[in-house]
């Protein structure tokens, strides 16, 4: 039975009132509930979003007797209709599932392929040297639909039918626009009003709505019905298929119905780094989750617990590590058919980082470092770091029979490529703007071909049992800011709220932007040793996060200060 609304109240009040809590789970660094905000506790399933009506959702879900997955997908057809700048069911979906039965985490990747169309010679012929990053060009097929389907066939328990019904609900009937992403919203105004559909959608009135007022998606909530009908067919092959395939068409793009009904998601194993006995699990490519491993691996060598949290040692150990990655990342990381053979194995390896960590001058910033692999590196590297394109969601679940799901999905710019799809409410994505067209690349445009991707969830695992689910969202900002977050749960010994809380930097381009939490001895530190520091503020994305203690059976939540997310748990 549906719990009423007073009793989600209890949850609430249950949950934000931990602090009364005595109890201290496990004997791990992170374990510790003080902090400096304290992290709700929950035994029966817990949910971070960014949110809050998505993580009720998905609350709702758990206490009705659903699962993780159940409660995950539930939570991200939430978010695609009420933070839309920064997700979409025309968007990419990457996923990691512990699955407690098997006692395995395993990786979905549902991004789209490039249009077959999409061949270095089309884009000559165009008289293109550069990706366009909006527009009908950077329209891949989009993979959210297919990886909904996908868990739940998989590890959930109920249809897709019933999961979406709390989005279509809120796209019809609408819902209050928090401040954060009417904010996002209005700043991609001239993006939406250069497109006429995009504009009738979510341009009410010519303008962006505002902080506080009601915003409804008629054409989306049919969309959604239709698939929650049909099933995810509707969306690559009937109806919705179609009216896509026919508006790339009026404009001159690539995508076509062969291309949407050739899409299948498809299940990888994760890669996976020990980071000082914790098991640290991301995606492969064609996403850059190993450029966190790398980075973890070249810290592992320092005692970077004894440098101090945000010290100057620390922020430029990291800021280097971060650029030796990145160097790679450049080289390398394509669609992981195109990527030099054996490269992956390589770059996250412990011994290639013992080779590479005496290049960090713990004195003196690099400008730059080369790519590190000898083999098959016979393309020039192409630095993306100055395109901060990568407006995401992420979301983790957690129920009380030990699933647990890291889930990230997004359209790549604010409003993805800027298009709305005919009259389905839908806004397509501009993933394709992560190509190049730098002749011999591995990422460089191809026909059905998957482009560099910043996608990355995560998990850490203690002993072979989940420990703490999290990402962060912002583009390139995501590896980056992984392994801080996992440097300041095992190292420094953070709770799972004040590690996402606790100030980051992000390395961007020649500069190292960092936030205003950061001290200004520490800043000038930095700036002796050769950093150019500017302010993060904006730049170094949201964290959610669950950890699950072992011993104690708790779930403990994160969400978030920079967001409008909630964690939430019974």
Same mark, same amino acid.
């Given at each position: 039975?549906?719990?009423?609304?007073?009793?989600?109240?209890?949850?609430?009040?249950?949950?934000?009132?931990?602090?009364?809590?005595?109890?201290?789970?496990?004997?791990?660094?992170?374990?510790?509930?003080?902090?400096?905000?304290?992290? @709700?506790?929950?035994?029966? *399933?817990? $949910?971070?979003?960014?949110q809050? &009506?998505? !993580?009720?959702? /998905?609350? =709702?879900? #758990?206490?009705?007797g659903?699962?993780?997955?159940?409660?995950?997908?539930?939570?991200?057809?939430?978010?695609?209709?009420?933070?839309?700048?920064?997700?979409?069911?025309?968007g990419?979906?990457?996923?990691?599932?512990?699955?407690?039965?098997?006692?395995?985490?395993?990786?979905?990747?549902?991004?789209?392929?490039?249009?077959?169309?999409?061949?270095?010679?089309?884009?000559?012929?165009?008289?293109?040297?550069?990706?366009?990053?909006?527009?009908?060009? @950077?329209?891949?097929?989009? *993979?959210? $639909?297919?990886?909904?389907?996908? &868990?739940l !066939?998989?590890? /959930?328990? =109920?249809? #897709?039918?019933?999961?979406?019904?709390?989005?279509?609900?809120?796209?019809?009937?609408?819902?209050?626009?928090?401040e954060?992403?009417?904010?996002?919203?209005?700043a991609?105004?001239?993006?939406?009003?250069?497109?006429?559909?995009?504009?009738n959608?979510?341009l009410?009135?010519?303008?962006?709505?505002?902080?506080?007022?009601?915003?409804?998606?008629?054409?989306?909530?049919?969309?959604?019905?239709?698939i929650?009908?049909?099933?995810?067919?509707?969306?690559?092959?009937?109806?919705?298929?179609?009216?896509i395939?026919?508006?790339?068409?009026?404009?001159?793009?690539?995508?076509?119905?062969?291309?949407?009904?050739?899409?299948?998601?498809?299940?990888?194993?994760?890669?996976?780094?020990?980071?000082?006995?914790?098991?640290?699990?991301?995606?492969?490519?064609?996403t850059?989750?190993?450029?966190?491993?790398?980075?973890?691996?070249?810290?592992?060598?320092?005692?970077?617990?004894?440098m101090?949290h945000?010290?100057?040692?620390?922020?430029?150990?990291?800021?280097?590590?971060?650029?030796?990655?990145?160097?790679?990342?450049?080289?390398?990381?394509?669609?992981?058919?195109?990527?030099?053979?054996?490269?992956?194995?390589?770059?996250?390896?412990?011994?290639?980082?013992?080779?590479?960590?005496?290049?960090?001058?713990?004195?003196?910033?690099?400008?730059?470092?080369?790519?590190?692999?000898?083999?098959?590196?016979?393309?020039?590297?192409?630095?993306?770091?100055?395109?901060?394109?990568?407006?995401?969601?992420?979301?983790?679940?957690a129920?009380?029979?030990?699933?647990?799901?890291?889930?990230?999905?997004s359209?790549?710019?604010?409003?993805?490529?800027?298009?709305?799809?005919?009259?389905?409410?839908?806004?397509?994505?501009?993933?394709?703007?992560?190509?190049?067209?730098?002749?011999?690349?591995?990422?460089?445009?191809?026909?059905?071909?998957?482009?560099?991707?910043?996608?990355?969830?995560?998990?850490?695992?203690?002993?072979?049992?989940?420990?703490?689910?999290?990402?962060?969202?912002?583009?390139?900002?995501?590896?980056?800011?992984?392994a801080?977050?996992v440097?300041?749960?095992?190292?420094?010994?953070m709770?799972?709220?004040?590690?996402?809380?606790?100030?980051?930097?992000?390395?961007?381009?020649?500069?190292?932007?960092?936030?205003?939490?950061?001290?200004?001895?520490?800043?000038?530190?930095?700036?002796?040793?050769g950093?150019?520091?500017?302010?993060?503020?904006?730049?170094?994305?949201?964290?959610?996060?669950?950890?699950?203690?072992?011993?104690?059976?708790l779930?403990?939540?994160?969400?978030?200060?920079?967001?409008?997310?909630?964690?939430?748990?019974?």
């Open positions: 039975m549906r719990p009423s609304f007073p009793a989600l109240i209890g949850v609430l009040v249950l949950v934000t009132s931990s602090s009364a809590q005595t109890i201290v789970p496990g004997d791990r660094p992170a374990g510790n509930i003080r902090g400096t905000r304290s992290a @709700p506790l929950a035994r029966h *399933g817990m $949910i971070a979003t960014s809050s &009506l998505a !993580s009720v959702a /998905g609350l =709702r879900v #758990l206490q009705e659903g699962n993780a997955i159940d409660a995950a997908i539930t939570a991200a057809a939430v978010l695609s209709v009420v933070e839309p700048s920064m997700n979409g069911i025309g990419d979906l990457f996923a990691l599932v512990y699955d407690a039965k098997s006692r395995k985490v395993y990786g979905l990747d549902s991004s789209g392929r490039s249009s077959h169309l999409a061949t270095p010679a089309e884009f000559a012929r165009r008289a293109l040297t550069r990706m366009p990053e909006d527009g009908p060009l @950077p329209v891949d097929v989009p *993979g959210v $639909i297919e990886g909904w389907s996908q &868990l !066939s998989r590890f /959930g328990t =109920r249809p #897709l039918s019933q999961v979406l019904q709390p989005a279509i609900g809120y796209a019809r009937e609408g819902f209050g626009v928090h954060i992403v009417a904010g996002d919203w209005a991609s105004a001239k993006k939406l009003s250069g497109d006429p559909a995009a504009a959608t979510f009410p009135g010519g303008r962006a709505p505002r902080a506080g007022e009601l915003f409804q998606n008629e054409n989306l909530a049919k969309s959604l019905e239709l929650a009908k049909e099933g995810r067919d509707a969306f690559y092959k009937g109806a919705i298929a179609k009216a395939a026919g508006d790339m068409k009026s404009r001159d793009g690539l995508l076509d119905l062969e291309d949407l009904a050739a899409h299948q998601a498809e299940w990888l194993e994760p890669i996976s780094t020990n980071y000082r006995g914790y098991d640290v699990f991301e995606m492969p490519p064609s850059q989750g190993f450029v966190a491993l790398e980075m973890l691996n070249l810290m592992e060598g320092f005692d970077v617990k004894a101090g945000n010290s100057a040692d620390y922020l430029h150990l990291v800021a280097e590590a971060k650029k030796i990655a990145f160097a790679d990342r450049s080289a390398y990381l394509a669609d992981r058919d195109f990527m030099p053979k054996g490269a992956l194995r390589t770059l996250i390896s412990k011994d290639y980082a013992t080779k590479r960590r005496p290049e960090i001058d713990m004195a003196k910033a690099h400008a730059s470092y080369a790519a590190g692999l000898s083999d098959g590196d016979t393309s020039a590297p192409v630095d993306f770091a100055g395109r901060d394109l990568g407006d995401t969601i992420y979301m983790t679940v129920d009380g029979q030990g699933n647990v799901v890291s889930l990230i999905q359209l790549f710019d604010s409003f993805g490529a800027g298009i709305v799809a005919g009259d389905t409410g839908i806004t397509l994505h501009n993933r394709g703007a992560g190509f190049v067209l730098t002749p011999g690349h591995p990422n460089q445009i191809g026909p059905g071909k998957r482009p560099l991707h910043t996608l990355v969830p995560a998990m850490i695992l203690k002993d072979g049992r989940p420990w703490v689910s999290f990402g962060v969202m912002g583009g390139d900002n995501q590896g980056q800011a992984h801080q977050v440097a300041n749960l095992v190292d420094f010994g709770n799972v709220r004040d590690a996402g809380d606790a100030a980051r930097m992000r390395h961007m381009g020649a500069n190292l932007a960092v936030e205003s939490g950061i001290e200004a001895e520490v800043r000038k530190a930095l700036e002796l040793r950093h150019r520091i500017t302010d993060a503020r904006g730049f170094v994305g949201g964290y959610q996060a669950v950890l699950i203690d072992s011993k104690t059976g779930l403990m939540g994160g969400s978030d200060l920079r967001k409008d997310g909630l964690a939430i748990g019974w």
